[in-house]
């Protein structure tokens, strides 16, 4: 029982003593970057995560299918209400081409 008592004991006097260390060594470092910072020597990079491109990829093809979806459905309107005015040739040709996009859509979305 006395050894399991000593050694949290010398756990926590180990791991204050790290962090001591790095609260004292603080002060040293942070002059450092601050002079650095001001001499302009700093250079700072940063990355992407490994994920992100296949996601904006994802998204993108997400926003090609709304897009063209919003357009099959306003060639379909626009085809409906030409046919219901009497210019049933354009009317049509408008539905075909709303019906070609929905084709293509439904392809790409594979």
């Given at each position: ?5 000593g050694d949290w004991l010398?756990?926590?006097?180990g791991w204050l003593m ?93």
């Amino acid at each position: 029982m006395a050894e399991e008592g000593g050694d949290w004991l010398d756990r926590l006097l180990g791991w204050l003593m790290d962090e001591g260390r790095a609260l004292a060594a603080l002060p040293t470092r942070l002059n450092s970057a601050l002079g650095r910072l001001e001499s302009g020597d700093l250079v700072v990079t940063a990355r992407a995560a490994p994920d992100l491109e296949r996601s904006l990829r994802g998204l993108g093809h997400s926003v090609d299918r709304l897009v063209a979806s919003v357009v099959f459905a306003a060639l379909l309107l626009a085809g409906t209400l030409l046919v219901l005015n009497g210019e049933r040739p354009i009317g049509l040709a408008a539905m075909g081409l709303g019906l070609l996009t929905l084709v293509l859509v439904l392809l790409r979305a594979r």
